[in-house]
């Protein structure tokens, strides 16, 4: 039996997995640009800050609930 730690082992293991992948390192490199392009550009076009025009705390507070009260009622 191996005398390292558990997670000395687990963390060798994954290491050695990457160190011999060919087309995995492709893959992670694909999905490693959608989730950049999911996070950072979507949110830039798509979703704008509405509460960056308000000054105060107070003031973004109540825009919020004034929001969701209108949204929920019919």
Do not use: C
């Amino acid at each position: 039996m191996n005398k390292q730690s558990i997670p000395l082992r687990i963390f060798h293991f994954y290491r050695e997995g990457f160190r011999e992948m060919t087309l995995g390192k492709t893959l992670w490199a694909i999905i490693l640009i959608k989730l950049f392009i999911m996070f950072v550009i979507l949110k830039i076009f798509f979703f704008p800050r509405y509460l960056n025009r308000f000054d105060t705390k107070e003031a973004k507070q109540e825009y919020v609930s004034s929001e969701l009260i209108e949204r929920a009622t019919p």
